[in-house]
């Protein structure tokens, strides 16, 4: 899957493709006996997304290797993805009931995918959440989930625009308020933009937010790869596991500004942990491989003095 400035995909296709993913290791996550999160509504989206190897990966249904040292890796593998995406899950979950709870009651979802925290979140009276996307994805979810029969927590209103047109015009016209306080969140999101159009994602957030605002977010460490090395072996760990999908090329190279700073120079005050320190938090143990780029991925969160 080769990336251009105007693509576009659906949830079948593309970085689209990697939702599904996420989706499914949620879904794994969730059935767990000692589960750190609750999201029901997973399992059923992969499967009326469709994609074989993804609605086999929740059924538990991969075929097993006949080499020993294979399939161990392959456990290894899929038991760090899904812990991985466990552990963000939870971060960002955390973080916008934290926002509710201080009194943020309009939220902001950038990315949205196949997240259905407008539907499982004990959101309280008023929230107001907004889920921007691609208009496939939008509308594939809104149909898939009136579909499933589920019912909004919160008050959902969707933005179907690409990030890298003007979703802020976008946004407003949904209903979205800029004198009110907003939590907002890119998650897992960063590497799919081109780094201008990071910057560019940081500067509307900035200019669209009241005093008190809050953001999640990660970024990649400094670790010496760059993003299609990265990609690459993003792609050979899910290889590994039997996905027949090219997920190497979606990923955009190119020199960004960091993060932290970023945010910090406009107003932002801004707090960081590296994701590993998480899977302590919620009861996880996170593998000693200094080889794994998850080493490397630092949880952010803002709030706009």
Request: net charge negative.
């Amino acid at each position: 899957m080769t990336r251009s400035d105007q693509d576009t995909w659906d949830l079948a296709s593309s970085v689209g493709a990697t939702a599904t993913m996420v989706a499914a290791a949620r879904a794994i996550a969730s059935a767990e006996p000692d589960a750190i999160i609750n999201d029901p509504f997973a399992a059923p989206l992969v499967r009326a997304v469709g994609l074989d190897f993804f609605i086999r990966l929740v059924d538990g249904d991969l075929p097993k290797s006949k080499a020993p040292a294979e399939a161990l890796e392959g456990e290894r593998d899929l038991r760090l993805e899904t812990d991985s995406m466990a552990v963000r899950t939870r971060f960002f979950d955390d973080f916008f009931l934290n926002a509710a709870r201080d009194g943020v009651t309009q939220s902001v979802i950038l990315a949205a995918g196949l997240d259905a925290r407008a539907y499982r979140l004990a959101w309280p009276p008023g929230a107001v959440v907004y889920e921007v996307d691609q208009p496939k994805v939008v509308e594939f979810k809104s149909a898939a989930m009136a579909n499933l029969g589920a019912e909004e927590t919160a008050d959902r209103r969707t933005v179907a625009i690409d990030l890298r047109e003007d979703w802020p015009a976008a946004l407003r016209r949904s209903g979205f308020d800029p004198s009110q306080p907003t939590s907002w969140s890119a998650e897992g999101l960063l590497m799919y933009l081109p780094p201008e159009a990071q910057d560019r994602l940081f500067d509307n957030i900035t200019d669209l937010s009241a005093p008190g605002s809050k953001l999640a977010t990660e970024y990649h460490g400094d670790s010496g790869r760059t993003m299609t090395q990265r990609a690459q072996q993003f792609n050979e760990r899910w290889a590994n596991l039997g996905c027949d999908i090219d997920l190497s090329g979606l990923f955009f190279d190119g020199e960004r500004s960091n993060v932290v700073e970023y945010l910090g120079e406009r107003g932002w005050e801004v707090t960081t942990r590296p994701r590993r320190e998480f899977f302590a938090d919620y009861g996880r143990v996170f593998p000693d491989d200094e080889e794994s780029q998850l080493r490397n991925i630092i949880a952010v969160t803002a709030a706009l003095r």
